[in-house]
């Protein structure tokens, strides 16, 4: 882009030592007060643009949180110990983890077979002394961005039904986003804190989902899942 | 007036003697004013200092003079001044330019007299 | 007070001298009359005056001041010439407003009628103009910026007769009513002659003559006759030019600085004497002794 | 004699007043480039897409960077046509001299950068509003700003194009003082970026001024270094100046 920008530069450059440019630059072609009406013109409707623009933005404007560079370092960071804390049992004291859903199943039985339908989720499954009758079902995630803003909550958790003793996680919908991102030039932007941000964003980076089930100790289990303990 | 450019003699004096015609044809009696150098200028298209030249050679004959602020007038003689000016020397050159041709021509002196004469008669006839 | 003053001044394009130790000095509210042959130094000149060209060596002052780069000059002197400059966004009537806003004197009311009065357009542009039109437009800028030093450097190239003649008469007019020392380059001395009060001859960048024009007009007379009398009768007078004519004639035109007697003698050889037109002087005064075009053809 | 007496300041107002009037073609060119510049804008500056079995995203960029680019040059280049002869000899039509031109030229230029940043800033705002209307894609602004973040973002466009502006007056000037730099110049800043490109090298001369400027993240900072380089290159450029005739 830079290239291409001297290179039009030099163009330019070269040109305006030609009568070519004094034509277009120093314009003659209009001359007189006409050039003056013309131009009043031009700018009312500029302003006119620019007035509107202002009033229309806020309601249309795609939900989601900004991040900053910041925010989403600490998350890169505390994601990437995200596998250890879960696997020694510790979910409770994870960061950087949304809780999403959870479900409430009444268990009927000893038997649970878990199967996923979806290949995406990671599944971690804890035995949990204290609970008799039910199965606790919970969907993290972890962020998800697009561009530096936290689409997190744009994607739904998966349809969990518990089928007498198999428990079906179920694909959640296909998600689709289409986005028009608009940036302001570069002296906009040059002293804010994203000043330093030359590249366009992080581009896209969808977080890893969770399923973790919490089951009576005595369960016996079967199926897909990573058991805890 | 019109300004002969092709003519011999220069601009200051042809109004200047312009002028004096005038002075003596009483188109200006005495103790009137002139025309000023700016008035001649701009009649004659001239250059005011051209115009005051042809002024001055008058004033210096006596013929205007100056009154401060005013301009210049007409004096009394000017009249006389001017006769005996143009006897003594238009009247004079023009007499020797006269004879000079006479000369060539092989007129006579007693010729040349009848020949005065009668243009004078005639002169008179048309008056 | 001498308005511009030229003290020596050399102006020199690598080894080509333009002024070679030109000096004058122009008294002021005179209009003054600058002649030569082209090549002779008038716009190298004019344009020292002015202010847009820097001397060589010498000393220039207008005003009193050294007029190059100078605002105080700039502001109280006008230059017009064929190759003036003007915006080319702006139409007549825009420029005019812009010369009475940089124009302490200028006379808005004089303008105007000058300019109905040449039945310009005041939507034309500068660059839109013909060369007649151009120029009179300019000449109209000179005027009524009634500037105390006001420089014309061929003022009426491409103006038809009528317009010449108005011109002049214009200028003529406004000086009277505002005198301020004008000065005229032309080609054609005979068209302003009578408008003018000095008359300042350069020749090879140099100054030839500066002196009142009626002066110029009793420089010079022209002896006329037969060729071994005006041969002979010539010896001990400073000739300017000489030519042969037919039937074994000959015309010369020498310095007037003869007496009465001496015209006396020379008449009664034949010889007649007559008085030659400054344009006519100038031109001979101005000529490289080459001879005339005649020769060129004789030797050919 | 009567002579006026006239001070620089004056003839300066006096001249600025006359090229408002006789430079307003770079005002037509102003817009002719937003119009061109917003048109190319209107194409997007790129985009992304990619997903997964569950998820799929596209992505369209737009900003006013080439907008921005766009004025830049005009900047650049309406500068480098003040200092051409034609425009130069305007002056000396009137009242001038070398100082009150280059003065004058310099205000003139501020004040197009004026006018340029705050066409720009709308030309931006109208460009957002085209874009809002895709209605099929939801819109995102990347950096919502506060009031004073605006002020400060117009005030730094004006201050790029003022940049830029001198800039190109001296590369003007140098054209105008001898013509081998119509050569030498653009030489320069292809060599420099041929260099850039061969020895792989993170930075060059010219991009490192860039950045001199570009990475400045105070603002306060920013305005010092941009009015100081610009009067230092006007400087040099009415330095270089002096070696030319007034007006032939």
């Known amino acids: 882009m830079s290239i291409v920008f001297l290179l039009l530069l030099i163009i330019l450059l070269a040109l305006s030592f030609g009568g070519f440019s004094n034509k277009i630059f120093g314009t003659r072609i209009m001359s007189g007060s006409g050039i003056t009406k013309v131009f009043a013109g031009y700018f009312i409707i500029l302003l006119g643009a620019g007035i509107l623009s202002l009033m229309i933005s806020v309601d249309e404007t795609f939900k989601g949180d900004f991040l900053t560079d910041k925010e989403i370092e600490e998350n890169d960071r505390l994601n990437s110990d995200i596998y250890p804390t879960i696997e020694s049992g510790k979910i409770d004291e994870a960061e950087g983890l949304t809780k999403k859903e959870s479900w409430e199943f009444p268990l009927k039985g000893r038997l649970l077979d878990v199967k996923i339908m979806n290949q995406h989720a990671q599944i971690f499954i804890e035995k949990v002394d204290s609970l008799e009758e039910n199965v606790e079902v919970t969907h993290y995630s972890t962020y998800s961005y697009m561009d530096n803003i936290d689409i997190t909550d744009r994607f739904p958790s998966p349809d969990i039904q518990l089928d007498g003793t198999i428990l079906k996680i179920f694909p959640p919908d296909h998600v689709t986003i289409k986005l028009v991102k608009f940036s302001k030039a570069f002296p906009f932007t040059q002293f804010y804190e994203y000043g330093e941000q030359i590249s366009n964003g992080y581009g896209m980076m969808q977080g890893m989902d969770f399923i973790y089930i919490r089951v009576p100790a005595d369960i016996e289990l079967s199926g897909d899942g990573y058991v805890i303990n | 007036m019109i300004l002969n450019s092709e003519s011999m003699k220069p601009i200051y004096v042809q109004i200047a003697e312009w002028l004096e015609t005038e002075i003596l044809g009483e188109s200006i009696k005495s103790d009137e004013k002139v025309y000023s150098q700016y008035q001649l200028a701009e009649m004659l298209n001239i250059n005011p200092a051209t115009a005051a030249k042809g002024l001055n050679i008058l004033a210096d004959e006596n013929i205007l003079y100056k009154k401060r602020g005013l301009g210049m007038f007409v004096s009394a003689e000017a009249k006389k001044i001017i006769a005996v000016k143009r006897r003594n020397q238009t009247l004079k050159s023009l007499v020797a330019e006269l004879v000079r041709e006479a000369e060539h021509l092989k007129v006579t002196e007693e010729e040349l007299i009848a020949m005065i004469q009668e243009a004078k008669r005639e002169l008179k006839g048309d008056s | 007070m001498s308005v511009l003053e030229f003290d020596s001044v050399t102006k020199a394009y690598g080894r080509k001298k333009a002024l070679d130790n030109l000096s004058f000095s122009l008294g002021e509210n005179k209009i003054t009359g600058l002649i030569g042959r082209n090549g002779a130094g008038k716009t190298t000149m004019l344009k020292i005056a ?116 108005d011109f002049y008469r214009a200028l003529l007019k406004d000086y009277i009513a505002y005198p301020r020392t004008i000065i005229i380059s032309s080609h054609h001395l005979s068209e302003v002659e009578d408008i003018l009060e000095d008359i300042l001859l350069l020749k090879d960048g140099q100054q030839f003559l500066h002196m009142p024009v009626e002066e110029l007009r009793e420089y010079a007379v022209v002896v006329s006759g037969k060729e071994e009398a005006i041969n002979s009768w010539l010896r001990g007078h400073e000739v300017f030019h000489k030519s042969d004519q037919a039937f074994g004639r000959s015309y010369a035109v020498i310095r007037n600085d003869l007496t009465d007697d001496q015209i006396g003698v020379a008449m009664k050889s034949g010889l007649e004497f007559s008085t030659i037109s400054n344009e006519d002087l100038c031109l001979y005064l101005t000529s490289q002794e080459k001879g005339g075009i005649d020769d060129v053809f004789n030797k050919g | 004699m009567y002579l006026t007496k006239v001070s620089l300041l004056d003839v300066v107002a006096k001249q600025f007043r006359f090229k408002l009037k006789s430079f307003r073609g770079m005002f037509t060119s102003l817009m002719l480039l937003q119009v061109m510049a917003i048109l190319f804008s209107l194409g997007g500056e790129g985009g992304g897409g990619g997903g997964s079995d569950t998820f799929s995203y596209d992505m369209k960029f737009y900003s006013g960077n080439i907008i921005m680019a766009f004025m830049l040059i005009w900047a650049f280049i309406s500068a480098i046509v003040v200092t051409t002869q034609a425009y130069r000899y305007d002056d000396y039509a009137f009242v001038a001299n070398r100082l009150s031109s280059h003065l004058a030229n310099i205000l003139f230029l501020g004040w197009a950068s004026v006018i340029g940043g705050v066409t720009f800033a709308l030309a931006s705002q109208s460009l957002k509003l085209s874009v809002l209307f895709l209605k099929d894609r939801e819109f995102i602004e990347s950096h919502p700003l506060t009031l004073l973040q605006m002020t400060e973002g117009l005030a730094a466009t004006i201050l790029y194009l003022f940049l830029f502006t001198a800039i190109g007056y001296l590369v003007g000037m140098l054209v105008q003082w001898n013509k081998i730099f119509m050569i030498i110049l653009p030489g320069l800043l292809f060599g420099s970026l041929f260099l850039n490109v061969l020895l792989g090298s993170e930075s060059t001369f010219v991009i490192d001024i860039g950045q001199f400027f570009v990475r400045e993240t105070s603002f306060l900072l920013f305005t010092l270094k941009v009015l100081l380089a610009s009067a230092l290159t006007y400087g040099i450029a009415a330095w270089v100046s002096n070696s030319l005739e007034v007006r032939k």
């Open chain 3, 50 to 165: 002015a202010g847009f060209m820097k001397e060589t060596s010498g000393d220039v002052r207008a005003f009193g001041e050294h007029p190059f780069n100078n605002l105080m000059v700039s502001a109280n002197m006008i230059m017009i010439d064929n190759d003036m400059n003007m915006p080319t966004a702006l139409d007549l009537e825009e420029i005019m407003a812009s010369a009475a806003d940089f124009y302490h004197n200028w006379d808005m009311d004089l303008a105007k009628k000058l300019f109905d009065y040449f039945s310009l357009n005041p939507r034309q542009t500068h660059t839109g103009l013909s060369k007649g039109m151009k120029n009179t437009f300019n000449a109209i800028l000179g005027l009524a910026s009634r500037c105390p030093l006001t420089i014309f450097d061929e003022p009426t190239n491409g103006m038809d007769a009528g317009v010449r003649k």
